[in-house]
């Protein structure tokens, strides 16, 4: 089965360092997000990571592409008889340019990071996490589960679903 994201909708904090695995328990927001269409995402906790100064969260939808990565199949368990169930793991992005929400009385993290991209030598690595929803074409799916009449809106390439509550952590350099 193959699935193609053909759009995105994220909700992310943006920090001053990298963020480490585990730092929050974004479960709750998660749960919350379920509940909501994308363009109606919770507002953010109350707390914040540390050295987080920003929020990316566009307008709308945007779009995207997707891979495969093929040398990424996991076994994900083994049953009694010893068949292996195996999950594929794709990436997905989309490039636009967005708003960088300012986080208040976070302005010195905002420099510190400024100040880290335009005067050193090797820029500097922001964190990010956060959720978000994303709509999906799968092939496979006899019909679309959010038709009322079943029909297979997806044409010819598959059913169509949006999927929201996923997570998004990761740190990327940023640089002149």
């Not at 793991?89 to 960088?100: D, G, H």
Request: glycine share 10%; charged share 25%.
């Amino acid at each position: 089965m193959n699935i193609e994201v053909f759009r995105i909708f994220p909700d992310v904090l943006v920090s001053d360092s990298e963020v480490p695995e585990g730092v929050h328990d974004l479960s709750a927001r998660h749960d919350t997000m379920k509940q909501h269409t994308p363009l109606q995402m919770p507002s953010l906790p109350y707390t914040f990571p540390p050295c987080a100064f920003g929020r990316i969260w566009p307008d709308d939808r945007l779009s995207s592409t997707s891979v495969r990565l093929a040398s990424t199949m996991m076994v994900f368990s083994v049953s009694d008889d010893g068949k292996e169930e195996t999950r594929a793991v794709y990436a997905a992005s989309a490039k636009a340019v967005v708003p960088l929400q300012m986080l208040s009385s976070r302005q010195k993290e905002f420099s510190e990071i400024g100040g880290k991209v335009s005067f050193g030598s090797t820029g500097a690595v922001a964190g990010t996490e956060g959720c978000a929803a994303v709509a999906v074409k799968v092939d496979g799916l006899l019909r679309d589960v959010g038709s009322p009449k079943g029909d297979k809106e997806g044409g010819e390439k598959g059913v169509t679903l949006e999927l929201t509550g996923l997570p998004i952590h990761g740190n990327v350099r940023i640089g002149l």
